[in-house]
């Protein structure tokens, strides 16, 4: 029985948890116990019937990661330039499959060849090195928070991941008011799917997001802080290091990036005076 599924095998999953039987090996013994996994499955984004690409995500959120996914990704320049989404689950997948507008989608043209990508990649559907570091303009300067603000929001974060609580698998990422409460939390096997979820849960919401922050349980990407910047937040904090190429885009961007964010302790790299 180890390693083989308790419930019927489909590849195409369209729930976020399934059972397994594993065996747990010590100094001792090995025993066979249940075991609960996150399921990955591939996700087609498809705007007005043309592929565009593949993800491997977490059948969860599906709509906040489409809208987030068109943002972040600048497909869409506005989360009403999204207009129907459709869920379309198979044996092999889902497919996203979302109406966009004639401006977008001729601006789309460019990008026309579908790629698979790894988990949660950023690059989705980029081709030239221009369009991989695009950046939008700098944010302004609206937001301060006090430290104990940064304290609140990591320690709410793991109790709200509750696909994690179960598979100690997936990340999250949340969104904070300015008082470190958190409001939107989604998780996904990608982190940047995460991201995009949250991004995309906001503007479904009609949420200013630069009224909050974000948290992430991953380490901090350039293509993390280019998406937080691209939908006006100003403070990216993770529970773990920023690359280098993540801090360069924070500056460029205006954004304040904390990394190392665990328990009451953390690490400033950029936008230092606005942790007060």
């Known amino acids: 029985m180890a390693g083989r599924k308790i419930a019927q095998e489909n590849r195409g999953s ?4 399934s059972d397994w039987v594993a065996t747990r090996l010590d100094d001792a013994a090995s025993t066979a116990e249940p075991v609960r996994v996150a399921e990955e499955v591939p996700i087609a984004i498809v705007y007005n019937a043309r592929p565009y690409v593949v993800l491997m ?11 987030g ?6 497909v869409v320049r506005a989360a009403s330039g999204v207009g129907r989404i459709d869920v379309v689950r198979a044996s092999h997948g889902i497919e996203l499959q979302i109406e966009i507008g004639p401006d977008d989608a001729a601006r789309l043209e460019g990008r026309t060849r579908a790629m698979t990508a790894r988990t949660g990649c950023g690059l989705c559907g980029i081709e030239t090195i221009a369009e991989a570091m695009r950046l939008p303009a700098p944010l302004a300067h609206t937001l301060d928070v006090e430290r104990v603000v940064l304290w609140r929001a990591a320690a709410q974060l793991p109790a709200r991941q509750a696909l994690n609580v179960e598979t100690n698998t997936v990340h999250a990422a949340g969104w904070a008011n300015a008082l470190g409460f958190l409001e939107i939390v989604r998780e996904d096997v990608g982190r940047h799917n995460a991201l995009d979820k949250v991004l995309g849960a906001l503007a479904r919401a009609g949420t200013t997001a630069s009224d909050g922050f974000i948290v992430v349980t991953s380490r901090a990407s350039y293509e993390m802080v280019q998406k937080a910047a691209v939908c006006g937040v ?7 290091r920023p690359t280098g190429l993540a801090i360069r885009v924070a500056v460029e961007t205006g954004v304040t990036l904390v990394g190392l964010l665990r328990d009451r302790t953390a690490y400033i790299y950029t936008g230092h005076n606005r942790i007060t």
């Open 69 to 74: 996914f068109s943002l972040t990704e600048g």
């Open 234 to 240: 100003e403070l990216l904090a993770a529970v773990s």
């Open 14 to 17: 369209s729930t976020p948890l």
């Open 57 to 67: 995500g977490t059948p969860l959120d599906l709509e906040d990661l489409a809208v």
